[in-house]
């Protein structure tokens, strides 16, 4: 899908500390947050198995308020690679100028002090183990990031959406691609453009799983519930209205995320992407209290309405290494979710299957 992704690659670590292998630009370059070694200490080839994806809302503002329990939450799970949606932290560069993408901004004052705010949150237990891949946009705006565990070398890292970044990371293994993304939101109206934006990267992103030529895992914040099961109160999202605002096409109608114009295009990328829904692989009735990733405000309407929206989506050659998929959120008062809106989600793989030995013969 080479309009839709076109790689600017780079690694999040300084460059004179970078492990050989790893394919990088010269176009975006400089250290990262977690400036530090990144030299493998695994065994050779070893590729990870266990990931988590979360939905942060502001990666910054869970760092000042919520990150002693995010942190807990990553020492007892022990990924391997976490997976990061809304950010929320603007690309490096000055007004008018150029913007590095995968770089902090820190030429204000304000920047400054919450760039030094990411640095200390990085550099305690667990997170000290990770170095970390930014895709970030002009503003506090979306922004996407990728920490893996040191000891794992990628292949390639790669970040770009027609030119367009803070939505998509791409890493690349021997035996697999991660792709890390945060689909823009469907809107509540056609004339807003919202409804165009979305179709044109669900297009897009149909495209991209047709053609990877790789296995790949998917995870983020997929902004959809592909199914009744995916979602808390079905009438309420279908019959969901903004002020009152019925779009012209009805399939277009109800909640973002769960319009059934929307599900059925998530449906054709899963099927022509010959794609499996990991945690729906496993969990095949619905939970009401940990079933869901995305809840609404405790207060209001939406109290109580949750939907599945965060995924790990797999090619079904690797589901059969599935071991598990997991929201690590619960109850309606957004329990396990770190000040977020969206709870963790995780999964883990088995390792590869060896080949079975010959039979011994037997007399």
Same mark, same amino acid.
């Given at each position: 899908?080479?309009?839709?992704?076109?790689?600017?690659?780079?690694?999040?670590?300084?460059?004179?500390?970078?492990?050989?292998?790893?394919?990088?630009?010269?176009?975006?370059?400089?250290?990262?947050?977690?400036?530090?070694?990144?030299?493998?200490?695994?065994?050779?080839?070893? $590729?990870?198995?266990?990931?988590?994806?979360?939905?942060?809302?502001?990666?910054?503002?869970?760092?000042?308020?919520?990150?002693?329990?995010?942190?807990?939450?990553?020492?007892?799970?022990?990924?391997?690679?976490?997976?990061?949606?809304?950010?929320?932290?603007?690309?490096?560069?000055?007004?008018?100028?150029?913007?590095?993408?995968?770089?902090?901004?820190?030429?204000?004052?304000?920047?400054?002090?919450?760039?030094?705010?990411?640095?200390?949150?990085?550099?305690? *237990?667990?997170?000290?183990?990770?170095?970390?891949?930014?895709?970030? *946009?002009? *503003?506090?705006?979306?922004?996407?990031?990728?920490?893996?565990?040191?000891?794992?070398?990628?292949?390639?890292?790669?970040?770009?959406?027609?030119?367009?970044?803070?939505?998509?990371?791409?890493?690349?293994?021997?035996?697999?691609?991660?792709?890390?993304?945060?689909?823009?939101?469907?809107?509540?109206?056609? $004339?807003?453009?919202?409804?165009?934006?979305?179709?044109?990267?669900?297009?897009?992103?149909?495209?991209?799983?047709?053609?990877?030529?790789?296995?790949?895992?998917?995870?983020?914040?997929?902004?959809?519930?592909?199914?009744?099961?995916?979602? *808390?109160?079905?009438?309420?999202?279908?019959?969901?209205?903004?002020?009152?605002?019925?779009?012209?096409?009805?399939?277009?109608?109800?909640?973002?995320?769960?319009?059934?114009?929307?599900?059925?295009?998530?449906?054709?990328?899963?099927?022509?992407?010959?794609?499996?829904?990991?945690?729906?692989?496993?969990?095949?009735?619905?939970?009401?209290?940990?079933?869901?990733?995305?809840?609404?405000?405790?207060?209001?309407?939406?109290?109580?309405?949750?939907?599945?929206?965060?995924?790990?989506?797999?090619?079904?050659?690797?589901?059969?290494?599935?071991?598990?998929?997991?929201?690590?959120?619960?109850?309606?008062?957004?329990?396990?979710?770190?000040?977020?809106?969206?709870?963790?989600?995780?999964? $883990?793989?088995?390792?590869?299957?060896? $080949?079975?030995?010959?039979?011994?013969?037997?007399?």
């Amino acid at each position: 899908m080479k309009r839709f992704f076109q790689p600017v690659l780079k690694d999040g670590s300084p460059a004179k500390k970078r492990p050989a292998g790893v394919a990088t630009s010269d176009c975006a370059d400089g250290p990262a947050p977690t400036a530090a070694d990144a030299g493998g200490d695994g065994p050779p080839g070893e $590729e990870p198995r266990r990931f988590v994806t979360w939905n942060a809302n502001s990666l910054l503002l869970r760092m000042k308020s919520d990150w002693s329990a995010f942190c807990q939450f990553v020492a007892r799970v022990d990924p391997d690679v976490i997976c990061v949606q809304e950010v929320r932290m603007p690309a490096a560069g000055s007004k008018g100028a150029p913007k590095n993408p995968s770089e902090l901004k820190d030429d204000t004052t304000s920047s400054r002090e919450e760039k030094q705010t990411v640095l200390r949150a990085l550099s305690s *237990s667990p997170f000290k183990d990770y170095r970390v891949w930014w895709s970030l *946009s002009d *503003s506090k705006y979306a922004g996407t990031a990728v920490f893996m565990k040191k000891k794992f070398e990628p292949k390639k890292v790669s970040f770009n959406l027609d030119r367009t970044y803070g939505r998509v990371i791409i890493v690349e293994f021997e035996s697999f691609l991660l792709l890390n993304t945060y689909a823009p939101n469907n809107g509540w109206k056609e $004339e807003e453009n919202s409804f165009q934006r979305r179709r044109k990267w669900d297009k897009r992103m149909l495209e991209f799983v047709q053609q990877v030529d790789k296995p790949l895992i998917w995870c983020g914040d997929l902004n959809v519930s592909h199914d009744e099961i995916d979602v *808390s109160h079905p009438n309420f999202f279908s019959d969901a209205k903004l002020n009152g605002y019925i779009p012209p096409n009805k399939e277009d109608s109800g909640q973002p995320g769960f319009t059934l114009a929307e599900r059925q295009r998530f449906g054709s990328i899963l099927s022509q992407g010959k794609l499996v829904d990991a945690y729906r692989y496993l969990h095949k009735e619905k939970d009401m209290e940990c079933g869901f990733s995305w809840s609404g405000n405790p207060i209001g309407k939406y109290r109580g309405k949750r939907m599945r929206i965060d995924y790990f989506v797999v090619s079904e050659g690797l589901k059969d290494r599935i071991v598990s998929c997991e929201m690590h959120g619960h109850g309606i008062e957004l329990e396990g979710f770190y000040g977020s809106d969206h709870c963790p989600v995780s999964l $883990e793989l088995s390792k590869e299957a060896a $080949e079975a030995p010959e039979s011994k013969s037997s007399g």
